[in-house]
T-cell receptor, first 116, second 113 residues
Framework: DQQVKQNSPSLSVQEGRISILNCDYT??????FLWYKKYPAEGPTFLIS?????DKNEDGRFTVFLNKSAKHLSLHIVPSQPGDSAVYFC???????????????FGKGTKLSVIP | NAGVTQTPKFRILKIGQSMTLQCTQD?????MYWYRQDPGMGLKLIYY???????DKGEVPNGYNVSRSTTEDFPLRLELAAPSQTSVYFC????????????FGPGTRLTVL
C-alpha cells in the first residue's frame, strides 16, 4: 500500500515556464513533508519542506503548497531552468509524533525535463 | 567536511556472496538510515539507527544486517546476496531536531548475478 503517491512519472516544461509537481498521501498522521531532487548517479538532495501547520512555504524559485483536507501537496518551480531537470521525490514523515525515528516515506518520483 | 560518504560506488556480487556497504558521516548526526532504490521506485527504508549502539528495522530489512558502534559509521551487511538485492543503496543522516532534513550519501550501485 503506497502511502505517498506521485502519479506522474514524467513532466516536460519549457524553460522559463512554471513546473508543477504533484504528490498525494493517504496517511493523515503525516505532519511533515519534504521535496528532494536527484540527479543521475548522485544521492537525493533536500529542496524544500513544509510542516502540517502551514499551507505554503517559499524558497526562491521553489514553493510548496499543502492542502491537508485533500491530502495533497505540490511543488511549483518558477521560472523553470534547464538545471532543474532531475527526478523529484516527495517524502512524508511523522516528525512531531514522538516516534523518535523520523522515518521518511517516499513517493516513486517524477522526472522533470526542462527544455531550453 | 565531507558530509556522508559511501563505499564502494559500484559492486558486482555473485549469488550467495557476502559484502559490507560502508557509510561514514562527519556531521556528528545521531540518526542514520539505509535506503534502497529499485528502478522506477521510491526509496525504501532498510534499517535505521538513532544513536551508537541502537538500531532498528525499517520497511524492507530481510537479507540485511547493520551495526552502529560509533556515531560516524553505519555499515550495512549482506550475508547471502540474492538477485532481488540488486539495487542502489543510499545512506542518510539527520540531527535530532524536529524539522531537520535527511542528508544523503552518493549511493552504492550493487548488482547480484
Amino acid at each position: 500500500d503506497q502511502q505517498v503517491k506521485q502519479n506522474s512519472p514524467s513532466l516536460s516544461v519549457q524553460e522559463g515556464r512554471i513546473s508543477i509537481l504533484n504528490c498525494d498521501y493517504t496517511n493523515s498522521m503525516f505532519d511533515y513533508f519534504l521535496w528532494y531532487k536527484k540527479y543521475p548517479a548522485e544521492g537525493p538532495t533536500f529542496l524544500i519542506s513544509i510542516s502540517s501547520i502551514k499551507d505554503k512555504n517559499e524558497d526562491g524559485r521553489f514553493t510548496v503548497f499543502l492542502n491537508k483536507s485533500a491530502k495533497h501537496l505540490s511543488l511549483h518551480i518558477v521560472p523553470s531552468q534547464p538545471g532543474d531537470s532531475a527526478v523529484y521525490f516527495c517524502a512524508a514523515s511523522l516528525a512531531y509524533s514522538g516516534a523518535g525515528s523520523y522515518q521518511l516515506t517516499f513517493g516513486k518520483g517524477t522526472k522533470l525535463s526542462v527544455i531550453p | 567536511n565531507a558530509g556522508v560518504t559511501q563505499t564502494p560506488k559500484f559492486r558486482i556480487l555473485k549469488i550467495g556472496q557476502s559484502m559490507t556497504l560502508q557509510c561514514t558521516q562527519d556531521m556528528n548526526h545521531n540518526y542514520m538510515y539505509w535506503y534502497r532504490q529499485d528502478p522506477g521506485m521510491g526509496l525504501k527504508l532498510i534499517y535505521y539507527s538513532v544513536g551508537a549502539g541502537i538500531t532498528d528495522k525499517g520497511e524492507v530489512p530481510n537479507g540485511y544486517n547493520v551495526s552502529r558502534s560509533t556515531t560516524e559509521d553505519f555499515p550495512l551487511r549482506l550475508e547471502l546476496a540474492a538477485p532481488s538485492q540488486t539495487s542502489v543503496y543510499f545512506c542518510a543522516t539527520r540531527t535530532s531536531g524536529l524539522s531537520d532534513t535527511q542528508y544523503f550519501g552518493p549511493g552504492t550501485r550493487l548488482t547480484v548475478l
